[in-house]
């Protein structure tokens, strides 16, 4: 039986025990210690992104990214130019760009500098970031993640702000940043081309497309070597 006091109106007042305030947990969450936020710098980050590939454990199954042999093969197709960059002088695509085949695999100048830089697959096309075009040194090539992200972190060390985009599409997805740091739509910039039907045909999803045996194709994109032409029964 609670215990009380008397007031001027000689009624019992009921003592209650004050209310315990509520418990902070400094710290810990969930009975858990939670750890001290680090803060760590852009530079700490590359080189965590662009280090080699750890060493493989004895006994574990892996494949390997960068075969043997793969650098003596690159070494023998370029030379140093000076000033740290590499040029190509093995064999070109069309646009200049240096390519070789290498155990029934086929690299680019670019791809093959990556790969020997940094031990892992790029994401996306690997181009030079140097001011010497064609340069092919492995220190001067970035994938299009390590490019994205070096630019978006100039943009947010420089305080560049953004203007909201006046299309429809996606921004964390179809989102990209240009050398300067500014942003763009990488869909509208860059639109998706016609989609073929596997016989070479550009157009093939015309709505003005007669139905062919193969496909639809067009009166305009039919191959000469088909003409004249019959439809399908």
Same mark, same amino acid.
Not at 126 to 142: G, I, K, L, S
Not at 215 to 222: A, F, I, S, V
């Given at each position: 039986m609670a215990q009380g006091r008397e007031g001027r109106d000689r009624r019992g007042v009921a003592l209650r025990r004050p209310?315990?305030?509520?418990?902070?947990?400094?710290g810990k969450r969930g009975g858990h210690r939670v750890s001290t936020p680090v803060t760590v710098s852009?530079?700490?980050? $590359?080189?965590?992104?662009?280090?080699?590939?750890?060493? !493989? %454990? !004895?006994?574990?199954?892996? %494949?390997?990214?960068?075969?043997? @042999?793969? #650098?003596?093969?690159?070494?023998?197709?370029?030379?140093p130019a000076g000033d740290g960059h590499r040029e190509w002088i093995g064999t070109t695509t069309a646009s200049g760009a240096g390519r070789f085949r290498y155990r029934g695999t086929d690299y680019t100048a670019y791809q093959a500098a990556w790969l020997l830089r940094t031990g892992r697959e790029p994401?996306?096309? %690997?181009?030079?970031?140097? /001011? $010497?075009? $064609?340069?092919?040194?492995? #220190?001067? %090539?970035? /994938?299009?993640?390590? +490019?994205q992200r070096d630019r978006a972190a100039l943009a947010a060390v420089v305080g560049m702000t953004h203007r909201a985009p006046s299309c429809e599409h996606d921004q964390a997805v179809h989102g990209r940043h240009?050398?300067?740091?500014? $942003?763009?739509?990488?869909?509208? =910039? =860059?639109?998706?081309?016609?989609r073929g039907c596997?016989? @070479?045909?550009?157009?093939? @999803? +015309?709505?003005? #497309? +007669?139905?062919?045996?193969?496909?639809?194709?067009?009166?305009?994109?039919?191959?000469?070597?088909?003409?004249?032409y019959r439809t399908a029964p």
């Open positions: 209310r315990a305030p509520p418990r902070r947990h400094h852009l530079d700490h980050t $590359r080189r965590l992104l662009d280090s080699p590939a750890p060493a !493989p %454990v !004895p006994g574990q199954l892996a %494949v390997a990214v960068v075969p043997d @042999g793969l #650098a003596e093969a690159f070494a023998a197709r370029s030379r994401v996306g096309t %690997v181009r030079p970031t140097c /001011d $010497r075009p $064609r340069c092919c040194d492995p #220190a001067h %090539v970035d /994938d299009q993640a390590t +490019r240009r050398a300067d740091g500014k $942003r763009y739509c990488n869909a509208c =910039n =860059n639109p998706a081309a016609a596997g016989h @070479g045909n550009p157009a093939c @999803g +015309r709505s003005d #497309a +007669r139905p062919y045996p193969c496909g639809y194709r067009c009166e305009e994109h039919q191959p000469t070597r088909t003409l004249p």
